[in-house]
């Protein structure tokens, strides 16, 4: 194995996703001078929030921070006259768990077995029997999935979404998403494949939250004349919108399709999985062999597949992430990929040219019986599906979407293109520090590039420390610049104690790979 390595720290991981680096807080005598002259419930210092109540000459004070991306800690402090003492604290947390008694306000960690926003209390009590309650609501870092029916929500060619007309060069398209339709408005992230059409020049889109600086990341890449479709999990800004800008000399159309989005609440947690071939028409695998047809669709069961890693029951799996390519393309056109036994939506995943073998990452929602629908329009393609995880009411991973962030690019200084036939194994992130977010990632939403390939051939993102599944997640040609959406299982790598991808260059050349996090996975 060919190993390189780039550590995407704890503290980084803290930094972006707003949670507390390294070991417990265990509450200074510099914070409980901080807690006991709050006097606004609600108010933030140093990022974490105080509230308290007075009751007589008894007041208790609260004060609860992130601790991880389901955790909360809580510190508590209290007053009263000089006549009395405080004699102990009870701590409520609001998702119906027994309350937590401590002698003192020292911090106290408490797990929440899904995401939502909960009513946090502390009850503190003194020795002339009196008792004051300090109360805030908190809301979890950690986010859960709704599958959501495939919509046009943009598409600059007739003015959904944005003004009739191709978006200039480096031009920013606003793109409203939560509150629009019955999407909520507090949703933090949404599930958007982006299409470039007519472009007059090649580029790239980038998308990101509304309000914030654009980042150095990409989502799309395109040549000038290309129609290319990639999928994006991308964090909403306050206004809940995304912004699309165009990073091109040219013009270019944009279409946007939601299929999903995550919110603070109780919905389809995410498992991830050691990808797996679930269709290959080429050979018979998951589906008739052969070449299918315009105007046909493959019907792919879920439920049960994988050797029984997905769930059998029907109904169990709400939601399904794909990497579908097509290959042996007969004619130009689109698949369209929608929960069987639904009807198909005015909505596509995938577009291709004749000759082209092309892939797309799908979250598809899975249909009732336990199946999703591939439908194919151009003269004839075969069809490709590797399965990455799957989202349901069990699923105990949740994601905590982030600002845009490259954690790898194997051009910058130091670093050497990836060898034919060779992988990259890359830590994105650290647990030397202890940090409880890292222990328990079990995945990442990477957009993957390749660039200056020297042959064709295809990348695959897996989990280090397992056996290369056949499997790819992107294709490519000779001097191609390629992008896909992974959801990449995180592997353990016990020497640098981390969390840590491959990523595997099956081409007979070099090529220069790029990877930008939209977000993580994690149990904790």
């Known amino acids: 194995m060919h190993k390189r390595h780039l550590v995407f720290s704890a503290a980084v991981v803290a930094a972006v996703g707003g949670l ?40 208790a004070v609260l004060q609860f921070s992130d601790f991880g991306t389901k955790t909360i800690q809580a510190f508590a402090d209290g007053s009263t006259d000089t006549g009395s003492t405080i004699t102990g604290y009870s701590f409520s947390f609001g998702d119906g768990s027994a309350p937590l008694n401590s002698a003192s306000g020292t911090a106290i960690n408490h797990w929440y077995s899904k995401p939502g926003t909960y009513t946090v209390s502390v009850t503190v009590a003194d020795s002339a029997g009196n008792k004051a309650t300090a109360s805030g609501a908190y809301t979890t870092k950690g986010t859960n999935y709704t599958p959501y029916v495939p919509t046009r929500l943009l598409d600059t060619r007739n003015g959904t979404g944005a003004p009739k007309a191709a978006v200039a060069a480096g031009g920013t398209v606003v793109l409203k998403v939560g509150g629009t339709a019955t999407i909520p408005a507090n949703a933090q992230a949404a599930v958007l494949n982006l299409t470039v059409t007519a472009p007059t020049a090649n580029g790239t889109i980038t998308a990101y939250p509304d309000g914030e600086t654009e980042p150095g990341t990409q989502n799309v890449t395109f040549i000038g004349g290309q129609t290319v479709a990639t999928l994006a999990i991308v964090k909403l800004g306050p206004s809940g919108s995304v912004d699309l800008t165009n990073n091109s000399t040219g013009t270019t159309q944009l279409i946007a399709d939601v299929t999903g989005y995550f919110t603070a609440a109780s919905a389809s947690g995410y498992t991830s ?95 009732a019986d336990g199946k999703i629908d591939l439908y194919n329009y151009s003269s004839g393609t075969q069809l490709i599906a590797d399965v990455a995880g799957y989202f349901s009411a069990s699923g105990a991973s949740d994601y905590t979407p982030i600002d845009p962030t490259r954690v790898a690019d ?65 294709n490519f040609s000779p001097g191609q610049t390629a992008a896909n959406l992974a959801l990449a299982t995180a592997g353990q790598d016990s020497t640098d104690q981390g969390k840590a991808v491959d990523f595997y260059n099956g081409s007979g050349g070099n090529l220069d790979m790029i990877a930008d996090m939209a977000g993580f996975f994690d149990t904790f």
């Open 20 to 59: 507390v680096p390294a070991s417990a807080y265990a509450g200074t005598a510099a914070d409980t001078a901080r807690v006991s002259t709050a006097s606004t419930a609600g108010t933030i210092s140093n990022g974490k929030i105080f509230t308290s109540q007075t009751v007589g000459t008894l007041t």
């Open 273 to 367: 999985l050691t990808p797996a071939r679930l269709l290959d028409t080429r050979y018979g695998t998951g589906a008739p062999k052969g070449v299918v047809g315009l105007g046909k669709a493959v019907t792919l069961t879920i439920a049960g597949a994988d050797g029984g890693a997905l769930p059998a029951a029907a109904g169990t799996v709400k939601a399904v992430a794909l990497n579908v390519t097509v290959t042996g393309t007969i004619g130009g056109g689109y698949i369209t990929a929608y929960p069987d036994g639904t009807t198909r939506p005015t909505a596509s995943n995938l577009n291709f040219n004749p000759g082209d073998t092309l892939a797309n990452m799908v979250i598809v929602p899975v249909g």
């Open 410 to 474: 194997t051009r910058s200084t130091g670093n050497t293109p990836i060898p034919g036939a060779q992988a990259e194994y890359v830590v994105l992130d650290s647990t030397a520090s202890g940090n409880g977010v890292a222990v328990a990632m079990t995945g990442f939403v990477l957009t993957t590039t390749v660039t200056n390939t020297v042959a064709g051939g295809y990348l695959t993102v897996y989990p280090y420390g397992v056996t290369r599944p056949v499997v790819s997640n992107l």
